[in-house]
């Protein structure tokens, strides 16, 4: 069982300060590219009202030729604190897009210096930046003096195991600007594999007066305590742990908070929460929504007797109604067997 000790306790329960920003809550749900749009948000922010979220990341190259919002940086005017991110490597097109997502109503904008495909890194952007630290840092400047609210970085430790150069980096953007850093703690080279080594991110702790925010592996309230204690950073960013579980970030916040942990959703619950998902993604997005709906049920269905059939037909699912229909069958079926829980490898859900 986690516990929360009274220097930790204390420690957070500040609100966080991203320059003149206060956020009252040290759980971040990160960006997403393809999951966190305006629904999956919405589902996170019901379990944690105060957190901040962020939407998937945004092209400022193609904002700056197409000059309409694109539905990815879409963000509704209740939901904050929000911060929307970009990605590119042009200063000036930062800069433009930076004054879109203040016209849309971010509270802060976000720097994308930690991406790892290929498709973004060949452009020089997201992590590629991290090898070109003076362009990251014109960046920085250039969207610093084009708006007025915090701009954040989010990154990697480095390259790769033998080009690890946050310290130096993250020195780097506080100085240009940045208000606030987050380090996943992996480099390019893993990719999202193997663990993440937040040893770096206590290093980054030591020698900046900026927030610096944690990211990687935080699948759990404990893995979040654990981290907290190890890094002494400022807060903890949530990523792939919440994959077709939107319960996350709210459960590492209350704990962080009180001490205590909330009970945790069962099966049946996750279910009735992949049926409102799907629903409102049908509602926002039409068939694509339901397209993209298919991949977030598979993340739902896991973890019970039955899970891997019920992914298996959710995968191909053609449309709304039929999706609904068999979410139904699986809660019915859930609700009548009784559920059993089972321990799924990666290997078994990713097939799905
Ligand atoms: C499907 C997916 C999409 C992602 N999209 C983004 C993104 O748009 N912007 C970003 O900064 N990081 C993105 N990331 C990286 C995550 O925000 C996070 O840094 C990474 O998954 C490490 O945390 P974890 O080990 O807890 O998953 C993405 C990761 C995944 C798995």
Redesign the pocket.
């Known amino acids: 069982m986690t516990s929360l000790s009274p220097n930790l306790k204390a420690r957070l329960a500040k609100p966080l300060k991203i320059g003149h920003f206060e956020v009252k809550s040290r759980v971040l749900q990160?960006?997403?590219?393809?999951?966190t749009d305006l629904v999956f948000r919405r589902l996170v922010r019901r379990h944690a009202p105060d957190s901040m979220m962020?939407t998937?990341?945004v092209n400022a190259t193609g904002l700056h030729y197409v000059k309409q919002l694109p539905k990815i940086m879409e963000v509704d005017p209740n939901e904050r604190p929000i911060s929307i991110?970009l990605f590119d490597c042009r200063p000036d097109f930062l800069a433009e897009a930076a004054q879109m997502a203040v016209a849309e109503g971010a509270d802060t904008v976000d720097i994308?210096m930690?991406?790892p495909v290929n498709k973004i890194t060949k452009n020089g952007g997201g992590s590629s930046l991290l090898r070109d630290p003076e362009t990251a840092e014109a960046i920085v400047r250039a969207v610093v003096k084009a708006v007025k609210i915090p701009v954040t970085v989010?990154t990697r430790i480095g390259w790769t195991d033998q080009e690890i150069n946050i310290l130096d980096f993250a020195k780097r953007m506080e100085a240009a600007g940045a208000q606030m850093i987050t380090v996943?703690g992996?480099t390019r080279a893993q990719g999202?594999n193997g663990p993440?080594k937040w040893e770096w991110i206590g290093r980054v702790k030591e020698i900046l007066s900026i927030p610096v925010i944690a990211?990687?592996?935080?699948?759990s309230v404990d893995a979040a305590v654990r981290c907290l204690e190890q890094t002494g950073a400022d807060g903890v960013?949530?990523?792939?742990?919440t994959l077709g579980y939107p319960f996350l970030v709210g459960e590492i916040d209350h704990f962080l908070k009180t001490g205590t942990e909330k009970v945790k959703p069962t099966p049946i619950e996750r279910l009735e929460c992949a049926r409102e998902h799907l629903q409102m993604l049908w509602e926002y997005k039409g068939d694509r929504g339901v397209r993209q709906a298919r991949k977030h049920m598979t993340w739902y269905a896991k973890g019970f007797a039955g899970a891997a059939d019920l992914r298996g037909q959710l995968s191909v699912i053609e449309n709304v109604a039929q999706g609904l229909v068999i979410i139904d069958r699986g809660i019915d079926r859930l609700a009548h067997s009784g559920w059993q829980e089972i321990e799924e490898s990666e290997s078994q859900l990713v097939e799905a």
């Not at 990160?30 to 999951?35: F, I, K, M």
């Not at 990211?215 to 699948?219: P, Q, S």
């Not at 960013?237 to 742990?241: I, L, V």
């Open positions: 990160s960006p997403l590219s393809g999951v962020y998937e990341m991110q994308n930690g991406c989010k996943h992996r999202y993440a990211n990687g592996d935080m699948f960013m949530c990523s792939r742990g």
